[in-house]
């Protein structure tokens, strides 16, 4: 009977222990069951060759919810669930194959057990365009949302017919699509009442996980475009993701906030949009792609390029970054050492207030320390 029901229920996507993962699959445990309980229950589900269970159990291995992880008992539950005829098991085996003629393969068994992610991840390996159409429109078809968004990007410029598709995409929980679906349907809109839609498509993609999505959303309820005009929401919003756009295009979005683009320094930007906000003479952002090139965190470190953002930065008044460059020139951190040029910027530094440059004059005896 227990063998019967999984057989017979529809796949869904767990999100937690073993037991919840068991029920997922439309059995129920037995009253009070532990999570020794259910993993026991998959995995003689599993043994009975319900393929659904075998994946359940592999991601449970895989994540080491309620289980210590094991990734190669992971990968043959994958690989007997695939057998078994359950396509996603084939899809997650084949994304963690090196051999790329058996993830063909796996990919090609996966598609044809209708799973859409291995469906649309063949159509990215696809070169006869007809093919490539073809498989997108079954991942769509399938449940892959990516595979919708995939036809409506092989389809010449906007059109009913791309926003049917990115429409269909949202539908299916693809953050992409809802955000090409806002921006056709901001670009379309010929009424301000018109933009309300646009919005939704926006607050679905931000609630997805869509950087974009969340950017536009920000900029929208700056703007009041199609919603309600929310200054301090709209600010947070793109503060935190306008990162998420091209540099040029955040900055464009930036010029709604109250402090324009030097409001993006409040946040994290990254590496990119620091150098075009140092473009646009924001001594601080050459001062932040400066640490971001020298420290290596963001990037391989590159010693010139630091010197380069650090010479801007100092040349426009801001002291810390001179300091940051004498150090810099002083241990010759990728950059020719030359010390009297950072005795020179230290002493400017110190002079300026930056106690740091103050203390390494004195550690290197530039400086005598002030009298008590």
Excluded: I, N
Aim: overall charge negative; hydrophobic content about 40%.
């Amino acid at each position: 009977m227990l063998l019967a029901l999984l057989l017979s229920a529809t796949v869904a996507a767990p999100s937690s222990g073993p037991c919840d993962r068991f029920a997922a699959l439309g059995a129920q445990a037995p009253g009070r069951a532990d999570d020794a309980t259910c993993l026991q229950l998959l995995d003689d589900a599993c043994a009975g060759s319900v393929g659904r269970a075998c994946a359940a159990l592999a991601d449970l291995l895989l994540s080491g919810d309620g289980v210590a992880p094991d990734a190669p008992r992971a990968e043959r539950l994958l690989d007997r669930g695939c057998q078994a005829g359950t396509g996603e098991a084939c899809f997650r085996l084949a994304s963690r194959t090196t051999d790329a003629a058996r993830r063909r393969l796996l990919l090609d068994e996966g598609c044809a057990e209708r799973s859409g992610g291995a469906c649309l991840a063949l159509a990215e390996l696809a070169e006869d365009p007809a093919r490539r159409r073809g498989l997108l429109e079954r991942a769509c078809d399938l449940g892959a949302g990516g595979g919708c968004l995939g036809l409506a990007r092989l389809g010449p410029g906007q059109g009913p017919k791309r926003l049917a598709w990115l429409e269909r995409g949202c539908a299916l929980l693809d953050a992409a699509s809802c955000t090409a679906a806002g921006d056709q349907r901001r670009a379309e809109a010929a009424e301000p009442h018109e933009l309300d839609r646009a919005a939704e498509r926006y607050e679905r993609a931000c609630a997805l996980g869509s950087g974009v999505g969340c950017a536009r959303l920000g900029l929208a309820l700056l703007r009041g475009e199609g919603l309600v005009r929310d200054l301090p929401r709209g600010r947070a919003l793109l503060l935190a993701s306008c990162g998420a756009l091209p540099p040029e295009a955040c900055l464009a979005a930036a010029a709604d906030l109250p402090g324009g683009p030097p409001d993006l320094l409040e946040g994290a930007p990254p590496l990119p949009l620091l150098e075009a906000l140092c473009r646009r003479g924001q001594p601080e952002a050459c001062h932040r792609a400066g640490r971001s090139w020298q420290e290596g965190l963001l990037v391989t470190g590159d010693g010139p390029r630091a010197e380069a953002f650090y010479e801007r930065a100092c040349g426009s008044g801001r002291l810390e970054a001179c300091h940051d460059l004498a150090v810099l020139l002083w241990a010759g951190g990728g950059v020719p050492v030359d010390r009297p040029r950072a005795t020179v910027l230290l002493k400017r530094a110190c002079d300026g207030g930056v106690v740091e440059a103050c203390l390494d004059l004195e550690l290197h005896g530039l400086r005598q320390p002030p009298a008590r």
